[in-house]
């Protein structure tokens, strides 16, 4: 399965635009990047997920590279909810999610 | 609506004990997934139901977990003889579709702590 590498943690100011990086070199044409996120003591939480255009939904947008080999996830407007673990991963035809360590995002009021 | 719901949401366990936790996926879901996360890691794949049939149990650890879906809604996920190793967060998640790249909810998690 293909990896994907994120930052440990990212620091944000609250109501500030968020930035979450996601490198993936080794994509393949069928795998789609889902982006899911995990607050403190709670089951992960969908967030996203796309193949090759750039996505949005209420609560975060996806821009994918061209040539896909990385991805960023964008929140508009963190708030202090957002604080939480987020991981981006890969899905083929598998069904199964292989989970990095992901990145904790910490928002500063 | 109901999300996925998983009891205990904690169990504390003797090692040796026996120990089963439950997951209620979302009503008429057909996928169900458990995982499991240890302490400030990502969830590890272990087993995958397809309504009652357990189409995959490549992660489960070893012979002494087991899981069952009998009627294709409601799951168990038993450890025998438990060891401290197995302490973790035991997480379910249900999609409403056979394998896709549907979203998968996620239950809140057991946290299983072996003394």
């Known amino acids: 399965d293909a990896k994907t590498t994120q930052p440990n943690s990212m620091e944000s100011n609250e109501e500030e635009p968020v930035h979450l990086p996601c490198n993936h070199s080794?994509?393949?044409?069928?795998?789609?990047i889902h982006w899911y996120r995990q607050l403190p003591s709670q089951g992960p939480e969908y967030v996203i997920h796309?193949?090759?255009?750039?996505v949005n939904n209420r609560m975060a947008s996806l821009a994918i590279a061209e040539d896909r080999k990385s991805s960023t996830l964008i929140l508009h407007r963190a708030t202090l909810r957002d604080a939480a673990v987020y991981y981006c991963i890969l899905r083929g035809s598998n069904y199964q999610l292989i989970w990095g360590a992901g990145t904790k995002l910490i928002i500063k009021p | 609506g109901a999300g996925v719901s998983q009891s205990p949401r904690y169990k504390v366990a003797k090692r040796g004990q026996d120990v089963a936790l439950r997951c209620d996926p979302i009503s008429g879901h057909v996928s169900l997934f458990w995982y499991q996360q240890a302490l400030g890691q990502g969830p590890e794949f272990l087993t995958y139901?397809?309504?009652?049939?357990?189409?995959?149990k490549s992660g489960l650890p070893s012979d002494r977990f087991f899981a069952e879906r009998p009627e294709g809604s409601v799951s168990t996920l038993k450890i025998q003889r438990t060891q401290q190793e197995d302490s973790a967060v035991y997480l379910c998640?249900?999609?409403?579709?056979?394998?896709?790249?549907?979203?998968?909810?996620f239950g809140d998690g057991t946290r299983l702590s072996i003394l």
């Open positions: 139901f397809q309504n009652e049939a357990q189409l995959d």
């Open positions: 998640a249900s999609s409403p579709r056979g394998p896709s790249n549907q979203p998968q909810h």
């Open positions: 080794t994509i393949s044409g069928t795998d789609y």
């Open positions: 796309g193949l090759t255009s750039n």
